[in-house]
Structure formats: structure tokens, C-alpha cells
């Protein structure tokens, strides 16, 4: 017998915020001249924020912008015309340090994070998380995609869903499939529980193909969600 259960969060199901809008927070620095930008976001969970930047020198405010972050592109860039060169990506260093990457056209440059934002960044940022930068081995998770499973993490969710290992499902002459469908925190399990045996299956005799068990084998983003439960929210990317 076969079970697959799956089904992706929407934003809707969220109770919490986007991690990389309080990875955005805070203060930092341009090396090269010592000013020192301020970076405020106005909220932590729509898809597109708005954000000020005040840029500040010897604690004299010089300037302060009005920017959009794209939480999907972690891209940060002008809502007001005619500012030009107002762009920025952000970035993470193999250190777990962000930055904020200025665009070739650039008028501002490459900023460096130096500082928090209480109430406004991560209560635990990557660079003080070690499990974190230890599963991640210098990924740039706002930018690049998660590794493959290795074979160690496939092997251990073949056994969790019972593909193989010591529980694997007994082979049938003629296998069933369940499909039990709903969102995030929907009741699939306890469905399976209460109503498996009035389609004569056994949910310990059968293959459980659900991705969640999957993505639990894989070191670097358990690593990630675990990181984003630490910090109250989630991380989009």
C-alpha cells in the first residue's frame, strides 16, 4: 500500500514573518568613508516591503531613502523617482555576515552589516548560529539552491517512509495508493489514523510518501527551518 500526503503552507497559513525581511534590519557601514546606514523595515510579512534607509556620518543624518524589498529576489531598490542607482541585493558572507550588494549602476556603494536592530533583526542570526553555518558549508541560501540530498540523507528517508531499511512495506500482487490531501496542520495524519482501515490498509505495513519526510532528511534545510523557529517566522527563500 502507498499513502502520499503533501501539501505547500501559503502565506495565509503564516503565523509568524519572513526571516530575510529582519535579516535586511540593521545597521552598517561603508567602509571606505564611514558613513553608516540604517535600515528599518515598515513590516515583516508582505511579499514586497517598504523600507527607509537613513544614511548618517558623525551621527549627522545626510540623507534617508524610500526603498521596496523584495523578499523573493531579496532585492533592495528605490520606491521614489527620480533616485537613481538605489539598488542593492542581499547577500550573506561565508560567515553568515550580511551585506548588501550595491548594483554596477550603483550611486551607493557595497554596504557591510555591523550592528543590530533590537525588535527588528534576528533574534539569531546565521552568523550565530553554528549548526546552521555548519549544514549550509558556504551556501548563499538567498541566492543559490540547496545541494542535492547525499546518499546518507536519501537512505535515511527511504527508511522513514518505509521504501527500504528494517520497516520497509511488504510487496503486494496488487498495490493500492491513498491519496490524502489538505494544508499544513489540515488533519492528514490523524485521517490516516482514523480511516485507513475502512479501505483495508495498514498504515505501518505501507509505503508513507510524504515530501516533509524528505526535507527532515536534509541537513541544510532542517537547518534552515529549525534556524527560522529560533527567530519566530520562516524563511522564503
Known amino acids: 500500500s502507498f499513502f502520499l500526503g503533501s501539501m505547500a503552507s501559503t502565506q495565509a497559513d503564516l ?14 557601514e561603508a567602509p571606505e568613508d564611514g558613513r553608516k546606514f540604517e535600515v528599518i523595515q515598515a513590516n515583516l510579512c508582505g511579499d514586497i516591503v517598504a523600507v527607509c534607509m537613513t544614511i548618517l556620518k558623525d551621527d549627522v543624518q545626510l540623507e534617508t531613502l524610500r526603498l521596496e524589498f523584495d523578499v523573493a529576489a531579496c532585492a533592495l531598490t528605490s520606491r521614489e523617482e527620480p533616485i537613481a542607482g538605489a539598488g542593492w541585493l542581499l547577500c550573506l558572507s561565508a560567515e553568515g555576515i550580511p551585506f548588501l550588494k550595491a548594483d554596477q549602476s550603483s550611486a551607493y556603494p557595497t554596504i557591510s552589516w555591523v550592528a543590530a536592530i533590537p525588535g527588528k533583526s534576528l533574534d539569531v542570526g546565521v552568523s550565530k548560529d553554528a549548526f546552521l553555518l555548519k549544514s549550509l558549508d558556504g551556501l548563499e541560501f538567498c541566492h543559490q539552491r540547496f545541494r542535492d540530498l547525499t546518499d546518507e540523507e536519501f537512505k535515511q528517508a527511504e527508511e522513514a ?23 499544513s496542520g489540515g488533519g492528514k495524519t490523524t485521517v490516516l489514523r482514523t480511516h485507513a482501515g475502512k479501505f483495508d490498509m495498514k498504515v505501518e505495513e505501507s509505503v ?4 516533509a519526510v524528505f526535507r527532515d532528511c536534509h541537513a541544510q534545510y532542517k537547518a534552515i527551518v529549525v534556524n527560522g523557529q529560533s527567530n519566530g517566522g520562516i524563511w522564503f527563500n
Open 208 to 211: 508513507f510518501a510524504d515530501s
Open 15 to 28: 503565523q509568524g514573518k519572513w526571516c530575510e525581511c529582519c535579516l535586511l534590519a540593521g545597521i552598517y
Open 161 to 183: 517512509t518505509r521504501i527500504s531499511g528494517p520497516a520497509e512495506a511488504p510487496t503486494r500482487d496488487q498495490p493500492r495508493a491513498l491519496f490524502v490531501i489538505a494544508p
